[in-house]
């Protein structure tokens, strides 16, 4: 079931929301070396995703450029727009004294933005501990935006990133899968005792069971390693985060192109 949601703070969470979806860079990089938030990236038309870099040595600047701007065009202060559908790349190259120490690219994807989603799932009735994946369609079919997961009752059900869904305690929660434009679909999550589960099973209704609820493991939803890919979502809706625990570098313009110092 499609609909919007239009509670004020969900939708000012959208319209802040940049739709982008990353690859972090590889973890095994030590810690003190020059390195971007994300090795690739793909950003909807018209929105805008910042590449950061980090651990840069005291007094040097950083000049970013793209390849093809008629593709993605980045700043000074590495917050790349999508331009056009297609691909680029941009560089983020750190000068020290005059010279190149260090080059870092990222991959650019630019496509179109969802403008429709829905759930091939509009109801699950789980027992404490099942775990199940809600898939998503998203319209078009060549969008680069994927809808964000979101639980009206982390402590009944929680959602990762990915839809995967874990019943937690019995009651009944809803899980949205919304888009940046205010489109979403929803599932609604029953979490239920043994004993009801048991009911459930027998008559296939949830009719004068619904008010108990307790944990197995779903027969029909083995585990599978992938499917634990994601973080749980835990609160207010927000895109992919970006690390932040490090102070942003200052920005200045420089002759020999657009820099952060």
């Known amino acids: 079931m499609e609909r919007k949601i239009k509670a004020a703070g969900l939708l000012l969470v959208l319209a802040l929301a940049v739709f982008c979806f990353i690859s972090p860079v590889g973890a095994k990089a030590a810690e003190d070396d020059v390195r971007l938030n994300v090795s690739e990236v793909a950003i909807a038309k018209d929105n805008t995703f910042r590449l950061r870099v980090y651990n840069v040595p005291r007094n040097a600047r950083i000049v970013y ?12 202060r590495g917050y790349i727009t999508g331009i056009s559908n297609g691909d680029c790349v941009v560089t983020a190259t750190v ?7 260090d080059t870092l690219k990222c991959n650019v994807t630019v496509g179109p933005a969802a403008v429709s989603v829905k759930l091939t799932k509009t109801e699950l009735v789980l027992l404490t501990g099942m775990k199940k994946t809600l898939k998503a369609i998203v319209s078009p079919l060549n969008t680069v935006e994927k809808p964000l997961f979101y639980s009206s009752d982390k402590e009944i059900a929680s ?19 919304f888009l940046v434009n205010g ?4 599932c609604k999550v029953y979490v239920l005792s043994d004993e009801d589960y048991a009911k459930y099973q027998e008559t296939g209704t949830l009719e004068g069971i619904l008010d108990d609820n307790q944990d197995v ?17 835990t609160g207010t809706p927000t895109p992919a985060v970006e690390p932040t625990d490090e102070p942003e570098p200052t920005v200045t313009p420089s002759p020999t192109g657009i820099v952060q110092e």
């Open 65 to 76: 450029r793209s390849s093809d701007n008629s593709v993605a065009y980045v700043d000074n």
């Open 183 to 186: 489109e979403a679909a929803e």
């Open 217 to 233: 493991e779903d027969p029909d939803d083995p585990e599978n390693p992938d499917d634990e890919q994601g973080s749980e979502v």
């Open 159 to 177: 959602v990762t990133s990915i839809g995967r869904v874990r019943a937690k305690s019995t009651g009944e929660a809803v899980i949205y899968a």
């Open 95 to 101: 000068v020290t004294g005059g010279s190149a120490t």
